[in-house]
């Protein structure tokens, strides 16, 4: 198995040449899948002896066929928590950029794009979902004060990590590194969905999944939990992978809409609803907004084409209504 994997790597393996840095990731593409997945690394345990940066979940992944992308965080094998050196965002802004990339690429809407990892991993899914504004962020055992927690490592590991992010160790070098994550990670608002795990005798969870969790409770930001009885980080590894599987494959089961295709037909406008993996129980109505601020509105339906006896140049917006068993589940405004 450990062969398989190896030559896999070997076959997907590339690098994105970034403003900034090389970025190596794997790639999978699935031509019939709506969705990505991208996947980031944590700690490896080695990095005080230059080990490279390794690949994360590919065996709890390999049985799901979506897009994927596995992204390492490594400048001179030195992680970088997908910040940046020297204080700055580098590494952050060549990520991003990467992934919008793919995402055009493989005609995937933000809206199905999937941000995930674990501890180092799931703090990278938080600032790189949150920046980009991805559909769905699944964090485990996640940092929030990265400062603070890399303050507790050993010296050499601190020494080496703080001044390549900040640029040096000085005293403050935790504080800045906090406010650095916290601007970026305590959001007042967003469209993206959250899904959390954490062990409640882990410190991670209290120390820093909690503070972030009641920000996001201040805020009415909802977001799914998944808590287990176990404690220490290290246990992370053992209970995450099934959570993670299990959320990834439920996203990806769900209903959704798709910006519908609007085609103009000589005096009326004709609107194709895109939604993907309907139920017998799923309908949705469909609002087109006048530039002279009128609405016409089609009222909840089945039906996937609908023609309006408006001129598409007279079009501001189309918004679908997603409902299923009776229950309104999307709602996406599209602005020709």
Known sequence: ??????????????????????????????????H????????????THGAPAKYNYMRTLNDIHINKLFIKDSVDNVPVYYMGTEGSTSYLDDVCALIEEKLEEMKVAKE?????????????????????????????????NVGTYLSTLNEKLKEMLFTQ??????ADAPEILDRKFRERLLVKETRSQFYFHGGNRDLHYSQHMVPMLRHF???????????????GHENVKYYFPDYFERTVKGITARTFI??????????????DVKINNTTDNTDWAIYVYKKD?????????TD??????????????????????GEKKQVEDYIL
């Open 112 to 144: 199905q794009l999937i941000i995930s990892g674990s501890s180092k991993g799931g703090t990278g899914a938080l600032l790189i979902g949150l920046t980009l504004g991805a559909g769905h962020i699944i964090a485990g055992a996640s940092q929030l």
């Open 258 to 271: 798709e910006r519908p295709k609007v085609t103009a037909r000589g005096e009326e406008t004709e609107i």
């Open 304 to 325: 996937r084409k609908h023609t309006v006896p408006v001129r598409y140049e007279d079009i501001r917006s189309v918004k679908v209504f997603l409902r299923v068993n």
């Open 165 to 170: 992010i900040i640029g040096h160790n000085n």
């Open 217 to 231: 409770d201040a805020h009415g930001i909802l977001y799914e939990l998944d808590l287990r009885g176990y404690e």
């Open 36 to 47: 990505l997945i991208v996947v980031l690394s944590g700690f490896n345990g080695k990095e």
């Open 1 to 34: 198995m450990l062969d398989k994997f190896k030559n896999d790597i070997k076959k997907h393996e590339h690098y994105y040449r970034g403003k900034n840095h090389r970025i190596d990731y794997l790639q999978y593409n699935q031509a019939d899948s709506n």
């Open 293 to 301: 601020k009128k609405i016409v509105k089609i009222m909840y339906n």
